[in-house]
Nanobody, 124 residues
Framework: QVQLVESGGGSVQAGGSLRLSCAAS????????MAWFRQAPGKEREFVAT???????YYADSVKGRFTISRDNAKNAVYLQMNSLKPEDTAVYYC??????????????????WGQGTQVTVSS
């Protein structure tokens, strides 16, 4: 059974930092693209960042320069370092994976595997 399990969410004041982790099990994702999405209350799920099997990264404009996505294939894990957090970053953050690696994927429909989400709350 393939599973993605996020951790590291929590509450932080504006300007603070959090590091999210996503641990994968059930198969190796070293050849897959991994991504983070987020969903705020009343809003659609939105793309945050992705990293492909060659560690090429791509970010949403709203987080560029503040968030960093990375992966550790030996641990079958992906991370999201979030700095300079803003109240508008408040959302449930989801880890996702796809075997579609020929191009950068920013649509949620391109991802086949999802975690259950972890809450990030940023207070002003």
């Amino acid at each position: 059974q393939v599973q993605l399990v996020e951790s590291g969410g929590g509450s932080v004041q504006a300007g603070g930092s959090l590091r999210l982790s996503c641990a994968a099990s059930g198969r190796t994702f070293s050849s897959a693209a991994m991504a983070w999405f987020r969903q705020a209350p009343g809003k659609e799920r939105e793309f945050v960042a992705t990293i492909n099997h060659n560690t090429v990264t791509y970010y949403a404009d709203s987080v560029k320069g503040r968030f960093t996505i990375s992966r550790d294939n030996a641990k079958n894990a992906v991370y999201l370092q979030m700095n300079s957090l803003k109240p508008e970053d408040t959302a449930v953050y989801y880890c996702a994976a796809t075997d579609k690696v020929l191009s950068i994927q920013v649509l949620s429909t391109a991802y086949d595997y999802w975690g259950q989400g972890t809450q990030v709350t940023v207070s002003s």
